[in-house]
């Protein structure tokens, strides 16, 4: 307010207006900024590794994306119902960024969003119970509206791992949304996580109540580097 207070009596804008109207401008400059740092909070705080943006998802490439299902997944119903999406395809078809491109669209929307790589996140827990301070994290992940796991299943699940994931899954279940992002299909994340009874509580709170979307087709990367290579 006080910013546009001091460009306006530098321009001379206010006498243009009547004291109503330029109190409404005032106020209308302080709550936008106000918008605008806290969705820029909420995006650093979410800790993505690039921007990704809903507008710019590629339609275009033959990885079986669907323009309707993702638009819909946009609009961030799923968030409001507390349900999850689960995003699997080959290495570099795109996965990671549609998970992200959602979550800045939470940001966007004022949820609070987190970002892991599944493997560095189950590395923090373990940090934090060494620490002492495992209880701040789970308490910053259980009041996340959104929890985006990249890279889900590309390391080798061991007993802490597996415990982990099941506390994750259950403060987070009925509650409030994940999004998984992974290589290994859906039907082989049994095998993964092992441990027959964990693996089925995990896949109950996971998946049965979950969007999905499975990507086909070879790594964006190498068909963008054979074009440039042709032309």
């Known amino acids: 307010m006080a910013e546009t207070y001091y460009n306006s009596m530098q321009n001379n804008m206010h006498r243009d207006f009547t004291l109503d109207q330029y109190l409404a401008l005032l106020i209308d400059q302080e709550w936008e900024c106000r918008y605008n740092k806290r969705i820029q909070n909420l995006i650093t705080n979410a800790g993505f590794r690039y921007p990704a943006s809903v507008q710019d998802v590629n339609y275009t490439a033959n990885r079986s994306l669907d323009k309707n299902t993702f638009e819909r ?3 961030l119903d799923f968030i409001k119902r507390g349900e999850n999406v689960i995003i699997t395809g080959a290495t570099g078809t795109g996965k990671s960024y549609l ?8 940001c966007m929307m004022q949820y609070k969003t987190m970002y892991y790589n ?12 060494l620490e002492g301070t495992y209880l701040n994290l789970r308490n910053k992940i259980e009041k996340a509206d959104l929890l985006i796991l990249d890279d889900f299943g ?7 791992a597996r415990n982990a994931l099941m506390d994750i899954v259950e403060m987070k279940y009925d509650k409030s949304s994940i999004i998984i992002a992974a290589q290994i299909p859906v039907k082989n994340w049994h095998e993964t996580i092992g441990e027959g009874t964990i693996a089925d509580a995990i896949l109950d709170r996971l998946v049965h109540s979950s969007h999905r979307i499975e990507l086909t087709g070879e790594s964006m990367r190498k068909t963008k580097m054979k074009k440039t290579q042709n032309n």
Do not use: E
């Open 154 to 160: 590309l390391t080798a699940f061991d007993d802490h």
């Open 118 to 129: 599944f493997a560095r996140l189950i590395d923090q827990v373990k940090l934090s119970k």
């Open 73 to 75: 997944l946009a609009l």
């Open 99 to 106: 998970a992200q491109a959602l979550g800045n669209s939470a």
